[in-house]
């Protein structure tokens, strides 16, 4: 099975800062991988698939990148509306999804 | 507007099987483009897949949970169902139901992703 390793596992930024955070899957996934924002309470919701596509209605400072094993997901300027936790998710040919362990972001 | 609503008993007592229903408003589970899948998540932790059913009826189960789950569908009241069998306080969690959009080109993948998520219920596994 594919592992994935998402880091940090927290951060805390200051308003508009930039913040990136990393998923590292254990053997090359192409450009399967896609990434939820999840706030307290709520159910996850979809920002990126595919890598580095932006769901519709996803503000333009969230972006995505990478490929093989090596992805990032950035947020431009940090609002504080993005306080939340972030998951990165795999998938394969079946397809299976699974989830890398989640990044909680806070505001410093 | 797709719309996802979990539904069912918030306590299951340990051993005992643990039974969920999703309804779906605003699609139709008999949708080609599309699988129906259940995702776990126990208090403070991450996110599981537990897996997830096609019209067809074909499924995909996580392996650590296949032996213990079943997901059904049943197109007449668009709805999908899970069950767990078994179940422990290890199975406590915010149970969810979501769409996952999947496109193939001569049978291979090329995108899946969860685009649509009921609001998720707790079901507590305890005596």
């Known amino acids: 099975d594919i592992q994935m390793t998402q880091s940090p596992s927290s951060l805390s930024a200051s308003v508009g800062d930039r913040v990136t955070i990393t998923c590292q899957a254990s053997q090359d996934i192409s450009n399967y991988l896609n990434w939820y924002q999840q706030k307290p309470g709520k159910a996850p919701k979809l920002l990126i698939y595919d890598a580095s596509n932006l769901e519709t209605g996803v503000p333009s400072r969230f972006s995505g990148s990478g490929s093989g094993t090596d992805f990032t997901f950035t947020i431009s300027s940090l609002q504080p509306e993005d306080i939340a936790t972030y998951y990165c998710q795999q998938y394969d040919n079946l397809p299976r999804l699974t989830f890398g362990g989640g990044t909680k972001v806070e505001i410093k | 507007q797709v719309q996802l609503q979990e539904s069912g008993p918030g306590l299951v007592k340990p051993s005992e099987t643990l039974s969920l229903t999703c309804t779906v408003s605003?699609?139709?589970?008999?949708?080609?483009?599309?699988?129906w899948s259940w995702i776990r998540q126990p208090p403070g932790k991450g996110l599981e897949w537990i897996g997830y059913?096609?019209?067809?009826?074909?499924?995909n189960y996580n392996p650590s949970l296949k032996s213990r789950v079943t997901i059904s569908v049943d197109t007449s009241k668009n709805q999908f169902s899970l069950k767990l069998s078994s179940v422990t306080a290890a199975d406590t969690a915010v149970y969810y139901c979501?769409?996952?959009?999947?496109?193939?080109?001569?049978?291979?993948?090329?995108?899946?992703?969860?685009?649509?998520w009921g609001q998720g219920t707790l079901v507590t596994v305890s005596s």
């Open positions: 979501a769409r996952v959009f999947v496109r193939q080109h001569f049978g291979v993948v090329v995108t899946a992703h969860n685009d649509y």
């Open positions: 059913i096609y019209y067809s009826g074909s499924t």
């Open positions: 605003g699609g139709s589970v008999s949708s080609g483009s599309y699988y």
